[in-house]
Nanobody
């Protein structure tokens, strides 16, 4: 019932920029957090950044601090990731993640949702 649709990946040279978008749709009652993870070939999925609705707290991975910026449009249930000064080590599939509560026939459920992933490739 809930879908996360990502866009904005691609190929960029070292030092370049990309902007990822992720829109959540469906029977959404509340969103407690939205963010991004990434997975490089042969590596485990890792947190890039998470933005919490309560208090507006953000949690960035050390490797992207100062280069990546997360922003949210709560009216559109959309999260963005502005990536600047990209490096080859940023190459990965980037996944949108959201913690979403749904209300269906009076029943409230809370779950973790993932997008399909978008490839980001940074050439040296």
């Amino acid at each position: 019932q809930v879908q996360l649709v990502e866009s904005g990946g691609g190929l960029v040279q070292t030092g370049g920029s990309l902007r990822l978008s992720c829109a959540a749709s469906g029977n959404i009652f509340s969103i407690s957090a939205m963010g991004w993870y990434r997975q490089a070939p042969g590596k485990e999925r890792e947190l890039v950044v998470l933005a919490f609705s309560s208090g507006g707290t953000t949690n960035y991975a050390d490797s992207v601090k100062g280069r990546f910026t997360i922003s949210r449009d709560n009216a559109k249930n959309t999260v963005y990731l502005q990536m600047n000064s990209l490096k080859p080590e940023d190459t990965a599939v980037y996944y949108c993640n959201a913690a979403i509560g749904t209300l269906d026939s009076g029943t409230y459920s809370f779950d973790d949702y993932w997008g399909q992933g978008t490839q980001v490739t940074v050439s040296s």
